[in-house]
C-alpha cells in the first residue's frame, strides 16, 4: 500500500515536473531563472509553482544568502534559521522554506523527498489522526463514580452565585453529586496543538533524524562484522574495509554532531527560538496595523497622549512570546540526535579499541620476529667462531699436529662442536635472564 502511494506521488511529481517550464523572464534588462517549487499549505494540500527567486523573497521576505543556503548545488552545512516571516530549514537532504501557512521546497523526484513529501502532508493537517473531542462548558466536568463510569455532570448549577458574580474560587463540596471528593474528578482538556510552522519544522527534523539513524544503524550491521573478521584474520582487504568504514563513521559523527550543536545553539538562545513564532507574529503584526491607526487618529489630538501610547507599543514590540513550546519539541529531538551520537561514539569507541588491539597484535609478532633474528644471528655468530678453528688449521703451514695420530683430528672436531654449543646455551641462558628470548 505504502509503495503503491509513493509510486503514484512520484508519478505526480514528474508530471508536474514536466509541465512546468524552466524557462527564463525578462526582467530590469536581466533574467531570472525559474525553479520549480513545492508547496505544502496547512491544509495538507501540496501543488507545484514555477516562480523564481525574487518571488520567493518577496513571499517570505528571506534575503538572498537565506535562499543559497538551499542550493543543491552548493555545500552547506545543516542549519536552522529563525527570520521575520519565515523559517530555513537546512538538515541533512530536508531543505525547506517555512511560513506560517505555507512550506515551500525545490521540487525533485528523489526517493527521500517524495517520502519526506508524504509525511509532510500526513503532518501538517492540524486535526490529522486526532478524535475530535466535544467540547463542554466551562462548567461541566467528568465525575468519577465508584464503579468506574465516566460521567458528564455540570460542575455548577445554571443560576449558581459563583457564576453570576464569576469569581474564581474553589467550589464547595456539597455541590458534587453524591459527595464525590475532588481527589476522584478527572478534568480532561482538548491538547494543544501546535502552530503550523512547528508542525512543519518537526517534520523537518523527525525526517533528518530517521535517515540519520537508518546510516547508524546500518554501519553498525557492516562494522561489528568487519571488525571480527580482521581481529582473526589480518589482512589488506579487511584493513581496506575497516579503512572505509571508518571513513565513513568519521564523516556521519560530523553530520550528526552539527545538528546536534545547532539544536543546542536554538536551545540556548531564546530570541531565535521567539523568531520562530511566525504564526504569533503574523498576529502581532495584525494588531500592531489597527493600534498604529488609532495612534495616528489619536496623534492629531494630542501629541503627548500619542508620545506616551508610542512608548507602550514599543515596549509591545519588545515582548517576547513564551518559548516553552518549541523548547519542549527541540529537547524532544535534541535528545534523540544525542541517542544517535551516543551510538556512534560507542562504535568508534569499539573501532579504536579494536586498532589497538591489532597493533598490540601486530607488535607481538614483531617481538617474535626480532627474536628469531637474534637467535639466528647469535648462530651464525657461534658458526663463525668454528669456522675461525676450522681456518687455523686449516692453513698451509707444516707442524707437529699434522703427524698425530687419527683421534687427535676427531678430538679437535667434537672439542670445537661442543664449544659452539656451550656458547649457544649460554646465550639462550642469558636472553632469557634479560627476558630477549621467549620464556
Keep these: 500500500m505504502k509503495k503503491g502511494t509513493m509510486g503514484r506521488m512520484r508519478n505526480m511529481v514528474e508530471e508536474e515536473m514536466g509541465k512546468t517550464a524552466r524557462g527564463v523572464r525578462r526582467k530590469g534588462g536581466g533574467t531570472a531563472v525559474k525553479k520549480s517549487w513545492m508547496v505544502v499549505s496547512e491544509t495538507g494540500e501540496s501543488h507545484v509553482e514555477d516562480v523564481d527567486k525574487h518571488s520567493i523573497m518577496r513571499r517570505t521576505g528571506l534575503p538572498a544568502r537565506d535562499l543559497r543556503v538551499l542550493d543543491p548545488a552548493l555545500f552547506h552545512p545543516s542549519s536552522i534559521l ?20 505555507q512550506v515551500f521546497m525545490i521540487n525533485s523526484t528523489d526517493p527521500f523527498f517524495i517520502r519526506f513529501l508524504q509525511d509532510l502532508q500526513q503532518r501538517v493537517p492540524p486535526n490529522n489522526n486526532r478524535t475530535p473531542s466535544r ?18 455532570k455540570p460542575l455548577l448549577e445554571d443560576g449558581s452565585p459563583l457564576l453570576q458574580s464569576g469569581i474564581d474560587s474553589n467550589p464547595p463540596p456539597e455541590i458534587f453529586d453524591h459527595g464525590t471528593p475532588i481527589s476522584n474528578i478527572a478534568v480532561t482538556t482538548a491538547p494543544k496543538k501546535l502552530p503550523f510552522e512547528f508542525r512543519a ?47 565513513r563513521l568519521v564523516t556521519l559523527s560530523g553530520r550528526v554532531q552539527k545538528i546536534a550543536d545547532q539544536i543546542e545553539h536554538l536551545l540556548d538562545d531564546d530570541n531565535d527560538m521567539a523568531e520562530m513564532y511566525l504564526t504569533q507574529k503574523l498576529k502581532a503584526s495584525v494588531s500592531d496595523l489597527a493600534s498604529v491607526t488609532e495612534e495616528y487618529n489619536s496623534e492629531v489630538e494630542d501629541i503627548d497622549e500619542s508620545d506616551d501610547s508610542r512608548s507602550v507599543r514599543d515596549k509591545s514590540y519588545g515582548i517576547k512570546p513564551d518559548v516553552e513550546e518549541l523548547e519542549m519539541l527541540l529537547e524532544a529531538y535534541f535528545a534523540q540526535i544525542n541517542g544517535i551520537l551516543q ?31 637474534i637467535t639466528l644471528n647469535t648462530i651464525n655468530m657461534i658458526a663463525n667462531a668454528g669456522i675461525v678453528v676450522v681456518g687455523l688449521f686449516g692453513m698451509n703451514i707444516h707442524i707437529d699436529l699434522f703427524d698425530g695420530q687419527p683421534r687427535q683430528f676427531w678430538a679437535t672436531t667434537v672439542g670445537t662442536l661442543v664449544g659452539c654449543v656451550l656458547l649457544f646455551l649460554v646465550y639462550v641462558w642469558w636472553g632469557k635472564q634479560r627476558y630477549l628470548l621467549f620464556q
Design 343 to 373: 551510538k556512534l561514539t560507542s562504535l568508534s569507541e569499539y573501532v579504536d579499541d579494536t586498532e589497538d588491539y591489532i597493533n598490540i597484535m601486530l607488535d607481538d609478532k614483531r617481538n617474535q620476529l626480532l627474536r628469531v633474528s
Design 135 to 152: 467540547v463542554l462548558p466551562f462548567n461541566y466536568i467528568y465525575i468519577n463514580e465508584m464503579d468506574g463510569d465516566c460521567e458528564e
Design 201 to 247: 519544522l518537526e517534520a523537518c527534523i523527525e525526517s533528518a533524524c530517521s535517515v540519520l539513524e537508518f546510516e547508524t544503524q546500518r554501519l553498525e550491521e557492516e562494522t561489528y562484522p568487519a571488525l571480527d573478521e580482521l581481529t582473526s584474520k589480518i589482512s589488506s582487504l579487511n584493513l581496506d574495509r575497516v579503512r572505509h568504514i571508518k571513513n
Design 82 to 101: 529563525g527570520r521575520d516571516k519565515a523559517i530555513v530549514v537546512n538538515v541533512e537532504c530536508v531543505k525547506a522554506i517555512i511560513t506560517a501557512n
